[in-house]
């Protein structure tokens, strides 16, 4: 399966890694590669999570507070949301239109 990630999606890791950056040095960089393994994981098994009453999947980080919101369309996975899961959760699902 192919992954597109939206560009506000790419935007919300971007600040996201930059906070925990801001934090502590080399804390950003692990959100990084906890999103990076999340999103390889999707990939192979994107239809394993249960679908959702707003029409998305989503998985979360392990060590985070984050969690990747997709839909799937024909043979792509579109990552429509990177979202910390205690500020707004649901603040992107519009983009699901």
């Known amino acids: 399966m192919k992954i597109q990630i939206l560009h506000e999606a790419k935007e919300e890791l971007a600040?996201?890694?930059?906070?925990?950056?801001?934090?502590?040095?080399?804390?950003?960089?692990?959100l990084k590669r906890?999103?990076?393994e999340v999103l390889s994981w999707i990939k192979l098994n994107s239809e394993l999570p249960r679908?959702?009453?707003?029409?998305?999947?989503?998985?979360?980080?392990?060590?985070?507070?984050?969690?990747?919101?997709?839909?799937?369309?024909?043979?792509?996975v579109f990552i429509v949301a990177i979202a910390n899961s205690y500020k707004y959760?649901?603040?992107?699902?519009?983009?699901?239109?």
Do not use: H
């Open 15 to 30: 600040c996201a890694i930059q906070y925990y950056e801001d934090i502590t040095p080399g804390l950003g960089i692990r």
């Open 51 to 76: 679908f959702r009453p707003k029409g998305y999947r989503r998985v979360n980080c392990k060590t985070f507070p984050y969690y990747i919101a997709y839909s799937i369309r024909k043979n792509e």
């Open 89 to 97: 959760p649901d603040f992107w699902i519009e983009r699901m239109r």
């Open 34 to 36: 906890q999103v990076k």
